[in-house]
């Protein structure tokens, strides 16, 4: 009998999803083994064509990671839905747009002037802006178009399971291609969540709570953190109250306020839910204060959360309930 | 026409308070702007910054929060949570580029029927300074369906 296909691609990603792969250790020689490699662009040399010359339903797993953010981009996972039987949302930039989603914050034309005009590392004097069509000699070449907004792969089409992570711990992603390659059966598809855990990130970090409040916050680089102590209590925006277990909690336990890369709990939207959890640690406003210098003293307090938004939406901007934010010239 | 837009405010009334000063302001026979849609809430805690959001999302113009004074909370400092958490989120859907004037938080005692009719007129011509935000149709670009509807469900 012919072995299962697998293929892996990537869109809008850093290719730190690929890695996450290869950190299975030597379980990847069983799924080499188990599985025949049909089309995986970072490890070996597969055209777009092949893939359509697959029948539809060729692929038997498909791991995408990376955002929708051009029409290359749309254009495959199209195409990979098409061909695939089982299609994951691999990591978090295709389950919820991640960095690439912080974007959304701002414009296209913003976002190219930074990139390629801005930025001090680049000559200015040169005015190189990427062309959508060039005239070469050998003819006419164009590169896809950039979108105004950064999609979740499962805005785009629709997907069987999503492994988040950023990336996907090597421990969950092991345990996903175990249950694969020993026939289990998985959960029901239909945009499931596999690979994590089901409760806030703080259950599973062992870091002492003392249910203490705070009167400013910190950023990373201005504070070392005492160990052994839950971080948002010490005024670092910890994301582990509004975030999905699963990695272990493994950056509080190093000292690192988790950025939130397993994204959200079932059906919540996680900056919300940050920003909920973050103003229940903050001291300021007593009762002991007039309606005005309440308001004051709990403004100053949140003046020092520097970048609420892009804080607390680091990786989950795209699939949030507002998914983007409204620009003068906003036409989507 | 633009100069004849009535906002949709989505207010979050505390059940001890506010919701009875809207019911005063019914009773007394108050005249104020018919746009606020009034949902009624325990406290004002009781308001997740996921509802405002959502009513944002969902088509609303402008969020409005009233609860009870300072002081006067039936949970003691419900309020007082509520302010900490209003206080991030404007700053927050600043980042977002909606206007300050689109969320308000407003003390209304049982007795200050007048004063909440007063902050729907006051927050329903700056709404209508800032004109509509209809947030699915014009920020993510999908057809305007969401607003029909709700003005059906909510507005009829
Ligand atoms: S907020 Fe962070 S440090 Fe504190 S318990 Fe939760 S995950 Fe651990
Ligand atoms: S602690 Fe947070 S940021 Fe770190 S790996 Fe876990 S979920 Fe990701
Ligand atoms: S009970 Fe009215 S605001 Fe808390």
Redesign the interface.
């Given at each position: 009998m012919a072995k299962p296909t697998f293929a892996m691609y990537w869109a809008a990603s850093c290719g730190g999803c690929e890695i996450s792969l290869l950190n299975v250790g030597e379980l990847i020689l069983d799924v080499d083994a188990a599985f025949d490699v049909v089309f995986w662009p970072c490890v070996a040399d597969f055209k777009y064509q092949d893939v359509e010359g697959y029948p539809d339903g060729f692929i038997d797993l498909c791991l995408f990671n990376g955002a929708i953010r051009n029409s290359e981009n749309e254009e495959l996972a199209h195409l990979l839905r098409r061909k695939s039987k089982t299609l994951v949302a691999f990591g978090s930039c295709a389950y919820e747009g991640c960095a690439p989603g912080l974007a959304n914050?701002t414009t296209n034309a913003a976002t190219m002037r930074t990139v390629y005009t801005d930025s001090l590392t680049t000559d200015e004097t040169r005015g190189n802006l990427p062309q959508p069509v060039s005239q070469v000699p050998e003819g006419e070449i164009s590169i896809p178009v950039l979108y105004e907004?950064v999609r979740s792969l499962d805005q785009v089409v629709p997907v069987d399971y999503i492994i988040p992570g950023c990336p996907p711990e090597a421990r969950q992603i092991a345990a996903v291609l175990r249950a694969v390659l020993n026939g289990m059966p998985l959960p029901a598809p239909g945009g499931t969540i596999i690979g994590a855990g089901n409760v806030a990130l703080c259950e599973e970090c062992p870091l002492a709570k003392n249910v203490k409040q705070i009167t400013r916050f910190y950023r990373p680089y201005e504070i070392v953190p005492d160990p052994g102590i839950c971080l948002l209590e010490q005024g670092l925006v910890c994301m582990g109250p509004a975030t999905r277990s699963g990695c272990g909690a493994l950056c509080p336990q190093v000292g690192m306020r988790c950025e939130g890369c397993y994204g959200p709990l079932d059906g919540?939207?996680q900056?919300?839910?940050m920003?909920?959890a973050?103003?229940?640690v903050?001291a300021?406003?007593?009762?002991h204060l007039d309606?005005h210098a309440?308001?004051r003293e709990?403004?100053a307090v949140?003046?020092t959360?520097v970048?609420?938004?892009?804080t607390?939406y680091r990786f989950s901007l795209a699939h949030?309930?507002?998914?983007?934010?409204?620009?003068a010239d906003?036409?989507? | 026409m633009e100069n004849e837009f009535q906002p949709i405010i989505v207010g979050f009334l505390c059940n001890w308070c506010s919701y009875r000063a809207a019911d005063l302001a019914g009773t007394a026979r108050v005249h104020y702007a018919p746009t606020m849609r009034p949902i009624r809430v325990m406290c004002t805690a009781r308001v997740e910054p996921e509802f405002v959001l959502k009513a944002l999302r969902e088509g609303a113009d402008g969020v409005l929060i009233a609860g009870c004074h300072p002081g006067e909370c039936h949970y003691v400092e419900g309020n007082i949570k509520a302010l900490r958490r209003f206080t991030l989120l404007k700053a927050m859907l600043r980042q977002f580029g909606v206007e300050e004037e689109r969320v308000q938080l407003v003390w209304a005692a049982a007795s200050e029927g007048k004063q909440l009719a007063e902050a729907v007129d006051r927050m329903t011509e700056q709404l209508r300074a800032l004109g509509p935000l209809r947030w699915r149709q014009r920020v993510l670009g999908e057809q305007p369906v969401a607003r029909h509807a709700l003005e059906v469900e909510v507005g009829g």
């Open positions: 914050l907004t919540q939207d900056g919300a839910r920003l909920a973050v103003a229940s903050v300021a406003g007593g009762s309606e309440q308001a709990i403004a949140m003046d959360l970048d609420p938004a892009g607390f949030s309930l507002l998914r983007r934010a409204r620009v906003s036409s989507a | -």
